[in-house]
């Protein structure tokens, strides 16, 4: 294949993937966006549906008109749509829409919350804040090592299972990594987890967008039994996100919000409580977030997890191969060919600050990246090696620049001729660092 002619075939999917943007000098280009693991834009298909849909909205559960009853049934549908697209138990499993990948691990660290009883959760050293904060104020939280190029050590996970003896509540880890887009093996990590009679919850934030997930393959020890995931990452940026779980977690106690839509008769003594998942979502849903959901999913599963995935690995190996041959550069993660992952690569620039080259590809070429820690402090810390003593000091000194890392991530309509100028201009700027602003 003609790598440097070839467009990709989603490229018309998306809105937007050819607007126009002012340069430094004033010039218009066509935007580039390499930060799709920060959000992606919507499908076509997305903004279609919802302009659809608006005509019929109304508010939902409660109200007896025409235009109510059919939002209501739309949105108690779409869970079927979900609990599809990732192969979860249609029985056992509930789906409960938040807003994102980070409430919905609120919610579940705050619903396996067992008060004073303090058991263990396993976290690892390469997860997103998100995936981790959560955790330190209701658990004893235990992390497993990564190995020097940063991937998770499954010799470490069972040594920590072993070492916990049977107190270990859930093992919480990123399907794939926003930093280094290495792809954890999760049913391996499952079945280890079930083995010592743990449960486990994948971070699909990364994942889902990317590839196939499923979270009930034949050998029940593979088994996912938490998923959550965010809508803006996988085309429907309308402020939808997803936790998906066995109905039993959520039947007893009450969610960590209460109010309109949670309970189903309440006195001033007493409450009977909604059951899952109607009490975990207080308040007006967010219908419009979940229709844009559903359609990107029908619009994702219409082309192929497998396909998208194929697509993305061969965008990133390609950059993979270019950006290698820059002088200076410095790639912090590293896959053999056919070793999975997504298209997240992160690099720096010798002697050039990771901010500094994010400017200079915005303003000069119009390309996003992203640049500082991802909201994973300490996974970056690891990969740069900046030790303890190394961190006081930047708490002390607010003002001090911080150490980081460039990223770039891909989207399905993301081309090889869009990774050929991101290298070129890398390679400007490492050659005349200081000619461009
Ligand atoms: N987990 C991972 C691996 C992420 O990359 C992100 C966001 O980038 C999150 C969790 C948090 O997602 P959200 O901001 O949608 O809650």
């Not at 739309?74 to 990948?101: G, H």
């Not at 009883?117 to 004893?140: A, G, Y």
């Not at 916990?164 to 926003?178: I, M, P």
């Amino acid at each position: 294949m003609n790598y440097k002619l070839a467009r990709s075939n989603y490229r018309n999917l998306v809105v937007g993937a050819d607007t126009k943007i002012p340069l430094h000098n004033g010039q218009l280009t066509t935007a580039i966006n390499f930060d799709n693991a920060a959000s992606t834009p919507p499908f076509v298909s997305v903004t279609e549906e919802i302009a659809k849909f608006s005509t019929m909205y109304s508010s939902i559960h409660r109200g007896t008109g025409y235009k109510s009853q059919y939002s209501s049934q739309l949105f108690e549908d779409a869970r079927s749509v979900v609990l599809k697209f990732v192969n979860a138990d249609p029985v056992q499993d509930t789906v409960i829409f938040v807003k994102n990948t980070t409430e919905a691990i609120n919610k579940l660290s705050y619903r396996l919350w067992e008060g004073k009883k303090k058991s263990v959760i396993l976290s690892t050293w390469m997860e997103h804040h998100s995936n981790d904060l959560p955790w330190r104020n209701k658990f004893q939280v235990d992390y497993v090592q990564t190995d020097l190029s940063g991937k998770l050590s499954i010799e470490d996970l069972e040594s920590k299972l072993i070492k916990h003896k049977g107190n270990v509540k859930l093992v919480t880890v990123t399907g794939a990594s926003n930093v280094t887009g290495y792809v954890n093996p999760i049913h391996k990590i499952a079945e280890l987890a079930h083995r010592y009679r743990a449960k486990i919850l994948v971070d699909g934030a990364q994942l889902v967008p990317h590839n196939p997930v499923n979270m009930k393959p034949k050998n029940p020890l593979h088994h996912i039994d938490y998923l959550a995931f965010s809508a803006h990452k996988m085309y429907a940026p309308f402020g939808t996100g997803v936790l998906i779980g066995p109905k039993e977690t959520f039947k007893h106690g009450i969610s960590e919000f209460v109010g309109g839509g949670t309970a189903e008769t309440v006195t001033h003594d007493w409450v009977v409580w909604e059951k899952p998942p109607h009490k975990e979502e207080a308040g007006s849903p967010n219908v419009m977030g979940v229709v844009a959901l559903v359609a990107a999913i029908k619009t994702l599963t219409a082309l192929g997890m497998h396909n998208i995935d194929h697509y993305e690995n061969q965008l990133t190996n390609y950059a993979n191969s270019k950006l290698q041959s820059i002088p200076g550069i410095t790639l912090y993660s590293q896959t053999a060919i056919g070793e999975p992952r997504i298209g997240v690569i992160p690099f720096n620039l010798k002697g050039i600050a990771h901010e500094r080259v994010a400017t200079i590809l915005s303003n000069q070429a119009g390309i996003a990246v992203r640049t500082g820690c991802f909201c994973t402090q300490p996974y970056i810390q690891r990969l740069l090696s900046i030790s303890p003593k190394q961190m006081e000091f930047y708490r002390k000194s607010v003002d001090a620049p911080r150490p980081g890392i460039v990223r770039v991530s891909f989207g399905l309509y993301n081309d090889f001729a869009e990774i050929d100028l991101l290298t070129q201009w890398l390679e400007r700027i490492i050659k005349h660092p200081t000619t461009y602003i």
